[in-house]
C-alpha cells in the first residue's frame, strides 16, 4: 500500500493512480502537503481541537444528574424541580451553580 496525492491536492492512499505523486504518509488530516513535506494547517488544526473540546465538555456535562435531567425537561417540569429542590439557601446555591454551567457551556457553543 502506498500514499499519493492525486493533483492537485488530494490524498489517498492505497493503489496508484494515473498522475499520482508518491508521498510520505500523512500524520493526519489536519496537515497539507507542501510539495515537498507536510505542513500541519493551523485553521483545520483549531477545528478539529474546537470539536474534541467539545466532545469532552458534553461529557462532562452529561455526568452532572441534575444538568440532564433539566436539559431534557418540560418547563412544566423544571417548575416542579425548582419548587422541589430549591428549598434553602444552600440548595438555592446549587441549583444556580448548576445553571451557570449550563450558561457556561451554552455560552461557548454560541460565542465561540
Request: glycine fraction near 6%; charge should be negative.
Amino acid at each position: 500500500m502506498g500514499y499519493y496525492i492525486t493533483p492537485p491536492a488530494s490524498y489517498h492512499e492505497g493503489d496508484a493512480q494515473y498522475g499520482d505523486i508518491v508521498v510520505p504518509q500523512r500524520p493526519d488530516s489536519t496537515y497539507d502537503w507542501s510539495g515537498s513535506d507536510w505542513v500541519q494547517n493551523a485553521a483545520r488544526k483549531a477545528d478539529v481541537d474546537e470539536g474534541l473540546r467539545l466532545i469532552a465538555e458534553k461529557a462532562a456535562a452529561q455526568q452532572i444528574p441534575e444538568l440532564v435531567l433539566l436539559l431534557n425537561a418540560t418547563p412544566a417540569q423544571i417548575d416542579a424541580w425548582f419548587a422541589a429542590n430549591v428549598t434553602t439557601v444552600a440548595s438555592a446555591r446549587a441549583a444556580l451553580i448548576i445553571l451557570a454551567k449550563a450558561v457556561a457551556i451554552l455560552g461557548r457553543r454560541e460565542f465561540k
